[in-house]
């Protein structure tokens, strides 16, 4: 992919998947200045922005002062994430947010991509089928192996907030790969709405499945759901797991997200 087709996915990045479409599924929602507040169910809170270029470091810190004493306000708000991206320029943000008590997590790749180019026929192995979750049954069940993936536990509220928006957000789609009634691995499709963009999530290969075709498969049955309903561009914050699969689906790395995190 040439240069130029690379600035122009990431200006659509930029234009259309920052901000308000950020806040999709939030509770509530708050403006300080350029920033972008939002509170989901679970007690976390998430701060977004276009655009911090040319303010000066102390305007910088006044505004991670407000927004933190915002979410410190409400005690149900046990973790915040302000959400950074590499080509942001913002000079000075990383010292400030380190004095405020955030911790830097693992930086991940924005991977961006026509989704014609990863809506093909893959082979699947023997035995197994990709097919969209049938019951909250399932869902509980995705969750649980994505854990397994993961190495960690996802909080009951968060899967039932899963269940419920499954049920009800027709911009939500969970893909599963299922072998023998295992679900061995697993994504969401997420459709932004007033864009030319869907979201790939959550994407999980139990580690003795993998190497096989399947996640590619799964991203491919995503991809032809996207295009069925009018996108034509996915996203995705990558992991190195799933960057290289991608990357050879023709989907490119235009940039770096790292997630700061506070915790009461």
Request: with cysteine.
């Amino acid at each position: 992919m040439r240069l130029d087709q690379r600035d122009v996915l990431l200006r659509a990045y930029d234009e259309q998947l920052r901000t308000q479409a950020e806040m999709a599924n939030a509770l509530t929602t708050h403006r300080i200045g350029p920033l972008w507040l939002a509170t989901y169910s679970g007690g976390s809170g998430f701060i977004s922005y276009r655009d911090l270029a040319g303010l000066p470091s102390d305007h910088l810190d006044l505004l991670v002062t407000d927004a933190l004493a915002y979410f410190t306000a409400v005690d149900a708000i046990a973790d915040v994430e302000w959400k950074t991206r590499s080509h942001d320029h913002a000079p000075g943000l990383h010292e400030i947010l380190l004095r405020h008590g955030f911790a830097p997590q693992e930086p991940e790749s924005i991977m961006l991509g026509d989704a014609r180019l990863l809506a093909v026929d893959v082979p699947l192995p023997p035995g197994v089928i990709v097919r969209q979750v049938e019951n909250d049954t399932e869902i509980r069940a995705m969750c649980a192996m994505q854990d397994r993936v993961f190495g960690g536990t996802t909080a009951d509220d968060r899967v039932e907030e899963l269940v419920r928006r499954h049920g009800s957000d027709d911009q939500l789609e969970l893909w599963i790969a299922a072998a023998n009634g295992e679900i061995v691995s697993a994504g969401r499709l997420e459709l932004v709405p007033n864009t030319d963009f869907a979201g790939l999530w959550g994407g999980a290969t139990l580690e003795s499945w993998r190497g096989q075709g399947i996640y590619r498969a799964l991203t491919a049955a995503r991809a032809r759901s996207a295009l069925a309903q009018g996108k034509i561009y996915l996203h995705s914050d990558s992991t190195e797991f799933s960057r290289p699969i991608l990357e050879r689906s023709g989907m490119i790395k235009v940039s770096t997200t790292t997630p700061y995190l506070w915790q009461r």
